[in-house]
């Protein structure tokens, strides 16, 4: 099994923290487990450190901490797994992420939660219909089909240091999958399941000024990368 690094960027999650730290080392894919604070104001590094995690600090914007993460990786990892602090990607699947890049036939594996089981609630309707349109657009620019920018992934740590990510906000998943389609490398989407988050609230689809925000800087990413 390659060397297995996973980030969760976590902006006040101190609720559903620690029980996505445990899942996660219960599946003993990870050698390393980083949480990378995105600024919280709650108990959030408190909570991870003491469910086994390692803490980072980024400054707010979920790409900034997801490339705070990748600064804090060891030396030794091969592999980078992503996922959300929230409860709501299922760790107990890491392993079907990890094994085609472990294997060598993958570069990067996507989980698809349009394509998996949803439990009720757990995706809104923008949430879907932007990961479906943006998937289309992708095949029109690339002839990569994805049908979701779930946050739930897999990637060979020397190819994500090639693809130079810039994007410091919402707009890091797509960024990844553009760059990634771009370069030729080796893709594959899978479907996972998704649940409805454990704690908290939504930083994105609980509020309209989330969605709104997130969209605006999806569709910014989505022109400067297609346009680079």
């Not at 219909?129 to 020397?158: Q, V």
């Not at 605006?216 to 680079?228: D, G, K, P, S």
């Amino acid at each position: 099994m390659s060397n297995v690094s996973v980030i969760i960027p976590a902006l006040n999650e101190e609720e559903p923290i620690a029980g996505v730290v445990r899942e996660c080392l219960a599946t003993g894919v990870p050698n390393d487990l980083i949480v990378a604070d995105n600024g919280s104001t709650d108990r959030t590094a408190e909570r991870a450190r003491g469910a086994g995690a390692r803490v980072v600090a980024a400054p707010r914007g979920y790409g900034r901490a997801c490339a705070a993460g990748v600064r804090a990786v060891s030396p030794e990892c091969d592999v980078v797994v992503f996922l959300d602090g929230d409860g709501s990607d299922v760790p107990a699947l890491m392993n079907q992420l990890v094994d085609p890049i472990a294997r060598g036939t993958h570069d990067f594996v996507i989980g698809s939660r349009t394509r998996g089981h949803r439990e009720p609630g757990s995706m809104n309707f923008q949430q879907i219909a932007s990961g479906r349109i943006a998937g289309l657009i992708l095949r029109l620019l690339y002839g990569i089909r994805y049908t979701d920018m779930c946050p739930f992934r897999a990637i060979r740590r020397d190819v994500l240091a090639k693809l130079d990510m810039r994007e410091e906000t919402y707009g890091w998943n797509l960024e990844m999958q553009m760059k990634a389609a771009r370069a030729g490398l080796r893709i594959l989407e899978i479907p996972v399941n998704h649940r409805r988050r454990a704690g908290g609230e939504s930083k994105v689809s609980g509020t309209l000024r989330g969605t709104f925000v997130a969209g605006a800087r999806i569709i910014a990413t989505l022109a400067r990368v297609a346009l680079e």
